[in-house]
């Protein structure tokens, strides 16, 4: 089993910056891929960014230039930064692992950007 616990959220005016952790454990083998989705109030899950073991990032085209995904494999930690902040922006943000075939999502943080 895998665990990935997620901090970071929390409050935010809008132009604000705010930058989310995952760290994950447990049995992960070999290389994964992590990643970030979020979830508005009365919306779909959806995909933000993603970031592969060797460093591959891949964006959700509507937030390439506000949000930037990095990762320390060695820790299996990964970290969105996420700046220029909107109010639509609010939702929780979950941290998503893949591994041989394997899903495991995290708990989620909520982020919201209010005035």
């Known amino acids: 089993q895998v665990q990935l616990v997620e901090s970071g959220g929390g409050s935010v005016q809008p132009g604000g910056s705010l930058r989310l952790s995952c760290a994950a454990s447990g049995n992960i083998i070999g290389t994964n891929t992590m990643g970030w989705y979020r979830q508005a109030p009365g919306k779909n899950r959806e995909f933000v960014a993603t970031?592969?073991?060797?460093?591959?990032?891949n964006y959700v085209d509507s937030l390439k230039g506000r949000f930037t995904i990095s990762r320390d494999s060695a820790e299996n930690t990964v970290y969105l930064q996420m700046s220029g902040l909107l109010p639509e922006d609010t939702a929780v943000y979950y941290c998503r692992l893949t591994n041989l075939g394997r899903l495991f999502w995290g708990q989620g943080t909520q982020v919201t950007v209010s005035s």
């Open positions: 970031i592969t073991s060797s460093g591959n990032a």
